[in-house]
């Protein structure tokens, strides 16, 4: 299996923020963004894996910056490492106001995709090879996410989570 780069999957969705995607302040709600990153990192990771994928789950949501209605919004996703089976995809959102200021960050978000095969049986993805620096950072910790959400789980234990144990281990 060929190892790609976070380049092969870049994903950018642009849209704009209708009046029946707002709350009552006039502003997207957040299920609204939620169901657009997911679309958007889901063709990441298929497009990194070349296989159907589904979502196993939603690692972190940080909701900065509230988008008004009329704003047009860019989501940017591209997977930040793969593991056996599994990806993860890290996604940007940026929005432009109605006045055409300059764009600005409102939110960022990690979700994770496995690939499966025509029976949903999980298939392995190609592994990643970061490029850039931002790549390089989103991939080396990605695996102490990954670690983290599987102490969390039970799936692992604490005392085998060797990238954690590294955070707060003083080395001698």
Known sequence: MISKKPSNSKTVVTD???PSETNSINT???GELLARMDRAASIA???HSEKVVV????NHVAFNHTIPL????TIEAKVSR???TSMEVYLDVWYTDNNFNTPLKANEAIFTFVAVDQNRNPIQVPKLIPETEEEIKRFD???RRRQL????AGKMKANQATELKALFVNKL
Request: proline share 0%.
């Open 16 to 18: 704009l923020v209708l």
């Open 28 to 30: 997207l709600f957040g």
């Open 45 to 47: 990771a298929q497009k």
């Open 55 to 58: 979502t196993a789950s939603v």
């Open 70 to 73: 009329g704003s047009i919004v």
């Open 82 to 84: 793969a593991f056996n």
């Open 141 to 143: 910790g990605a695996l």
């Open 149 to 152: 959400s599987l102490v969390l």
